[in-house]
């Protein structure tokens, strides 16, 4: 018998937990499995922080900016050292490990190995999660229980079978974490934009590594095959002018899916759930970054079921203050901006983005202005948006 329940021990999932357990209340986070690596490119923002300071102190590698590719041959540089603070760029196991023990230590309880399957439904409410362990089943009872487990989730289809992520509305990703030299600085990121929509990405590791990879979204998933795009990511011939060592040694690949239409605004919270991070949409639909906005998410569904255990009011009328705090409110409104960006940058086989680029190759505040939008989650400005229009 817990306070809350949580299933899925990711990002948003361990904010969650670490909150309210730093809150004293009695916390279960439910993880299918801790030696999982996520599949992801492991850009974390400085924004991070704020969330996770104890991460500051950590052997990160140190990312200080970053060189976009256009699909036309025009290249974007900017270096942010001084100006912003230094990001990160992780490994995802490594990093997961790191905060589900940053929430253990805060006093939540993680149950790993177990899949969460159905909710316990109980006097005609749901009152925690069932999952299988070994082949056995378990229950874990709470009032309240918070869907963490990522774009996968089985607990999101069951509030609602319209929840799966149907494939035009995901990115679909593959990706490797790879050693040996690379001919490009260290201390950025880079990466290639494509005519189809969608990127490719070469993100620097600390120990000779780094996390290469590619992926689709939307319509366009439906029209490349995956390995195909990777294989022909790593071959062409501006990614071959980086990675030019004779071997490589490929030390992990996979693929994943993340939603790309922004927040799925309908799957926030009912009675006695609410829903957090991949499994409510919480990635920007524009450059895919999901770790950020879903550290948010999780610590706001924190603090609004804290606020429900002090009311002991667990129903919809006291968890929709999650969906309305103000700062969920921007990241939706922020993320509808972007799904409408990515539909006009793709326009005719990607013009408008290949404008952009352009634009902001000759004029050094435009240049700012794409790295902010891509990059630090800011729209572009109304002048910037008439001048791509009118070119
Ligand atoms: C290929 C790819 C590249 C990406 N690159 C970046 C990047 O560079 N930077 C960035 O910011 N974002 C990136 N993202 C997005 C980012 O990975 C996600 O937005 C982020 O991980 C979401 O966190 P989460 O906690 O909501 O879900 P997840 O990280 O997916 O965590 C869900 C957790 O739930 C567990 N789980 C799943 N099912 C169950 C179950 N039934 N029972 C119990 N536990 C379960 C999983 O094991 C996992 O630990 C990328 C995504 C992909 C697919």
């Not at 492991?42 to 500051?56: D, N, T």
């Not at 490990?97 to 006093?107: F, K, L, P, W």
């Amino acid at each position: 018998m817990f306070d809350v329940v949580i299933s899925g021990a990711g990002p948003s999932g361990c904010k969650c937990a670490e909150t309210l357990a730093n809150a004293g209340f009695k916390v279960a986070l439910i993880e299918k499995n801790k030696d999982w690596r996520k599949p992801c490119g492991g850009a974390v923002s400085s924004r991070i922080f704020k969330y996770f300071p104890q991460l500051r102190k950590l052997n990160f590698h140190e990312i200080n900016g970053a060189s976009m590719y256009s699909s036309d041959g025009n290249r974007i540089d900017y270096s942010w050292k001084d100006i912003r603070e230094t990001s990160i760029n992780v490994d995802r196991q490594e990093f997961d490990n790191i905060i589900r023990e940053i929430a253990v230590d805060s006093g939540a309880e993680l149950y790993d190995k177990n899949i969460a399957f159905d909710f316990i439904n109980k006097d005609g409410k749901r009152y925690g999660i069932k999952t299988k362990v070994s082949g056995e089943i378990k229950e874990y009872l709470a009032p309240i229980t918070i869907v963490a487990d990522g774009m996968s989730s089985k607990l999101a289809i069951r509030l609602n079978p319209k929840n799966k992520w149907r494939i035009k509305e995901t990115y679909q990703a593959k990706c490797a974490i790879m050693e040996g030299d690379i001919t490009i600085d260290k201390t950025k990121i880079s990466m290639f934009f494509q005519s189809y929509k969608g990127y490719g990405w070469i993100f620097p590791l600390k120990d000779n590594q780094f996390n290469v990879g590619c992926g689709t979204c939307n319509e366009d998933n439906l029209k490349y095959n995956q390995n195909e795009i990777f294989h022909n990511f790593l071959k062409n011939p501006i990614t071959k002018k980086i990675l030019t060592a004779r071997n490589y040694k490929t030390r992990w690949l996979g693929s994943y899916s993340m939603p790309g239409q922004g927040v799925r605004e309908s799957v926030l919270y009912d009675d006695n759930t609410m829903v957090i991070g991949d499994a409510a949409g919480f990635v920007s639909p524009i450059s895919g970054e999901g770790i950020h906005p879903s550290v948010v998410s999780g610590e706001i569904a924190a603090k609004t079921a804290i606020n429900a255990l002090q009311d002991e009011n667990f129903g919809k009328s006291c968890l929709k203050a999650y969906k309305f705090h103000p700062n969920i409110k921007k990241i939706i409104r922020n993320f509808k901006l972007k799904r409408s960006m990515v539909d006009f940058f793709f326009e005719e086989d990607g013009k408008q983005l290949n404008n952009m680029f352009q634009l902001a190759f000759e004029d050094k505040q435009y240049k700012e202005q794409a790295i902010d939008m891509f990059l630090f989650n800011k729209p572009l400005s109304k002048e910037f948006l008439l001048k791509l229009k009118s070119n």
